[in-house]
Every structure is written in C-alpha cells, then in structure tokens.
C-alpha cells in the first residue's frame, strides 16, 4: 500500500517532524509499502483565501493534494496549539479541500499522532483535528497516539529513545496498515 | 468600554465580514462604547511556523495583540470551513498568542458569530472555536449567533435584510455588553 | 450482513425512533441484509453506577452487548440535548463498554443519524457522540444525516413526507452497507 | 457567595467525590462563603426519558435545581468516561434543564474539575462536559483542572498528598470565587 506521512509544523526541528519520521520507518520497513514523508515548510502556503483561490489555486496545494490522492493511508503528526488542531494543519486541510479535480479527502484512511513537550501528549489537539477531517470524509482511524514528555523523547539521531513508545507506536501503525489494506 | 471586531476571514467580500459590520454598527450606537473594527487582511501573518517566532516575531501580530489587550469584548465572526474552525481564525489566535508582553488573551471577553451560505449557520465552526480561545483562558460568551444562507442575508449596503436577524443579533450584543459591563 | 438499529431515546412517541425505523425499513430491503431494530426502553438501564457494575452488570446491558458484538453495523438515531450527546445514548455506550467477555465495541462500524424539531438537526449532538464511540475504538462512519423539523416530517403510518430526504437517508445507508461490506 | 459542590459519579468511593470534597473544604475556608455539598446518589434520577418528564417531573431533579439556583458558583468533579462526558454528569445536566420554573442554568458560573486514575486527568472528559452547561447559558470557567494518577493521590482521610496538587486546586479555585464575585 502507498503511504504519505508529514508533521503539521513547519519548524524545521519539529518534534512532530521526528515523530511521524519515526511512524515512517516503521512501515518504510515492510518492503510491500511504498511511502513518502514531505515538509510542508516544502509545500508552503499562505493562509486560506478565498480571493487566492478564486484567481490562483496555489501550484504547492495542487502539488501536495496530488500526493494525497496517490496514497491509501496519511500519517499525520500535528502539535496541539492552544488545546486544539494546528494552524498549519488546518491550512493544509483546508487548502486541499479546495482542489476539485477532484477534492483529494473523500474515503483516506488518516491515522493521527502527535507530540508535546507537555504531559498530556497533545490529546486534545489529536481529537479535535478529527473534526474537519472526518467532515471532509476522510475514515480517520479511531486510535491516535499522543506522545507526551516529547523534547525528552529523542535520540540525536531522531529515533525514539523509549522502547515502549516505540513498540507502542509500531504497533498502532501496524494496525493502522491492516486495516487500510482490508479495505482495498 | 472597548470593543474590538474583526472577521476570521482575509476575503473581501466576505460573508462574515458583512455579519461584524453589522455587530459593530449595533455596539457603536451606543455614544459609551469604543468600537474598533479591522480586517485580518490588513494584518496579513503567515502560516504560524516557531521558527519565525524565534526570529522575528511579525509586527502584524504585534499590533493585532495590542488592540486585544486594548479591548474589553471582541466580537468575531468567523465561517465555518469544514467543520470546524477557520484556518485564519486559528492562525491569528495562534499568533497572538506567542505576544509574551504580555499574552494579551486571558480573561478577555469573546463573543463569537458566525455566517455561513449553508442552512446551519456555521454551528459546528462556531463550537470548534471555542476551545482554543477558552484554553487561552478568554471568557468565551456561551450563547453564539449563526447566520445561515448569508449569502441572501444582506442588502447591498451591507445591512442585514431580516429583521427579526437584525432583532436577534442585537439582543445577543447587548446581553453581551452588559456582561462585559457588570464584570469591569 | 447483519445490522442493528436504534434510538437514543426512551421515548415512546420519539421522533428519532421515527427515523430509526426508516433507515431499518432501507437495509431491510437487501434480501442479503439481517436487520434487528430494537428500542432501548425494552432494556432499561440505571445511570452508570460503578457500585452496580463492581456488584451486578444488568442483564439488560449482557443482552445488549449481545446483540452490538453480533452486528456488523449499528445505526444509532440520536437526540441532540443541550448541544450535545443524549444521555442516555451515552448511558447505553458507557454500559455496554463495561462488558468484557468482551467489550463489543472495538472495531464495529456505527452510522449516527439524529432527528430534532429544530432548523439545525442535531448536528452538534451528532458530532459530540462521535468521541466516545471513537475513543472505543469503533469506525463512525464520517458523514452523518441530521433531519431538522422532525415534528413535522413524518406521516402517520411513520414513513417520511419528503422524497428528497428519504432519498439522502437512503444513498447514506447504502453507502454505508458498502463500506461495512468492503470491510468483512 | 454561595456554592454548590458535586462528583459526576455515583460510585461511593468515587474518586472525583474525594476532589471535590478538597474543593468544598478550600471554600469553605473562606467564612464569606456558604458552601453545600452534595451527592448525586442522594438524588437519584432515572436516565432521561420525555415521557417520565410529561407525567411526573422527578422530585430529586426538582430538588436538585433548587439548590442549582440558589448558588451563584458550582464546583463539578467529573471523571472521563470513554473520553467524554459521564453519563450521570449528562444525566443530572439535562433533567435539570427541563426544571421551567425557571431552568436554574442559565448564567450560571460552572468550574470543572475532573479525576482519573489515568495519566491524562480527565482532560478529554472536562473539555467534553463544557459544550452542554455552555449550550444551556452558563459561564463556564475556561480553565480546568484535571487530577491524573488519582487513585493514588489521596490520604485516607481523602485529604490529597500532594502539596502542589492541591496549591494548584486552591489557586484556581480562588480565582473562580473571585471571577463569581466580580459579577455580583
């Protein structure tokens, strides 16, 4: 199965960015899964405007709506802002919603994950990201994993230095691609 | 006392940028009040990356923070955009947020509007954005106010065509002024 | 495939029990489909007590667990009460959660529906009865159908008056036998 | 001012009984304040049902809203049942609502406290609880406080062992009272 990860941040040392990298490894690992991670520092965008997308729909939205459609599952790190969704990813989701050739959301599996330096690991930002997505369609899986403690939580390498996060996280990405692969 | 309202939209047009003019025409009546109101376009940010907060916090943010702190009730009126919140609102509560001299929204009274071309008035926008304004400690106004079909709702001048909308707005308004009041 | 529906009412004369039973009369249609419609007043529960639960798991709750684990969809039509979930749809989750021989949530596939005498059709009771149910691991089928002015929409013999609406309820259940289907 | 304390559980050992039973005692400190605390299963109402509503308003509910109107400030504990709001909690929010003499809701000051064995402290649960009280009118105070680990967080005289802990309870619950006397 295909596979499109990135991290709803765009600072370029996101923990989110090492986390979903990790998510990555995991199923780059099994040879039948293609799978791509792209920044979206790579795909910037200005904030939604309709005024933009009445004259111009920006050449990174259509570019990274194309890989969203290309994939049978997204994996998406996102940081909790203010106790809820990021504003880049929210810009991201709403950007390619926006795309009609046709819209890219409608039937993707999307698995949620997310890191906080905090103690509650994002949570409530995961589940208030389901939202738009799930509006938009999309079966978001209903497990997410939320990794708390999370500038503690990498070796300078980028891999996760708990075994049990580790386990924990392949283990839900695991399911995630079971499921995904029922469903084709 | 001080109102500040602005729309959480950056287009011209824009439904909702119509709704808060009506709010702010209704507050403004009263000779008491200060009412200010302004157009996010013209405090355009970017997408919030922390990496550009580390680096150089956007002047945009700076004077939008400064007219927060100045106010004792904003009004926003904000669309719903996939169920759930607007990207630009969620990027400008974001931002502002990240103003540390101080972070101008604990304990500032919000009320939220909404206006949407659908029949449910943005409802599930209006709740979605609750809960960042209230993690940043705002007294967020329990009762909001959606416009439904708001692409038919109003005159050429702007103002709203129904008049029991005209009635219900503002009634909301001034229930919300006297609550700023009675707190002050 | 086998399907259960209910209302989140106890209500004799509930209009959501009146929905409920179209979406039944729809499935029950297929020749392929086994459909069970049960009313949650003929399994009467007291409020989540964990005191009951350490001493005597009801036998209302076993039976209906029952009847959730041999399902291979649930289609719940559900009251919005006070902007959200109903109490006792959520009574009857949280019982039924407590069932561990096992659990008959995980992984089954739930449509929510909801009917409200109101313009809105309960969308904010849709959407805050995902959480739970999602948190339990269940797949909540994305899209939902609220149907406003419930009071009005039936005819006697409790059929819906509108054509278009019964069309909706019945492409978003046919959609949604397919995706069960796909799943099995 | 005037208090009313509750635990959303009916469970006599219920942990969010001991949290808030901290809360009373912090109040109830200050002589200024009558406080009352009480229990839900001393109240005890069946799962919301219209048809119970039409025939025979329950006296527990009627009770109970009385006590709701003659505070200006309640203090709920409520656990996390399923990552949303407790069933008893929903139950004791909506039957009061339907008190018309008037309904004791609106404008009401509500703060939310929340205990979990788990590591989260209910958070998901809290968050959950807000849109019902803020659906029926009432201010409900933006920050919360979720207790995790609170199996293990108490004396046997129910008193909590950690000083910190209950500094943040004690801190919060005084801008509370003093957030509730401002409005008077």
């Known amino acids: 199965m295909k596979y499109l990860f990135f991290a709803g941040s765009l600072r370029k040392g996101s923990l989110n960015r090492k986390f979903v990298q990790n998510a990555y490894d995991v199923l780059k690992a099994d040879k039948d899964n293609e799978c791509e991670l792209v920044h979206l520092i790579d795909y910037l965008l200005p904030v939604y405007n309709q005024d933009i997308d009445d004259t111009e729909f920006p050449k990174a939205a259509k570019e990274l709506a194309a890989k969203v459609k290309w994939a049978d599952g997204i994996v998406i790190s996102t940081p909790e802002n203010n106790g809820s969704i990021a504003a880049v990813t929210k810009n991201t989701i709403d950007w390619l919603s926006r795309e009609r050739a046709p819209n890219p959301w409608p039937k993707k599996n999307v698995l949620l994950l997310g890191a906080s330096p905090g103690g509650l690991g994002a949570v409530l ?43 924990r996280l392949a283990k839900l990405l695991n399911a995630f691609a079971e499921h995904v692969k029922s469903k084709s």
Not at 137 to 150: D, W
Request: net charge negative; glycine share 10%.
């Open 125 to 167: 930002g995961l589940w208030h990201s389901k939202q738009p997505l799930e509006k938009l369609g999309c079966y978001v899986y209903p497990e997410v994993m939320g990794l708390p403690k999370a500038h503690e939580a990498f070796n300078d390498d980028g891999s996760l230095k708990d075994k049990a996060s580790l386990e």
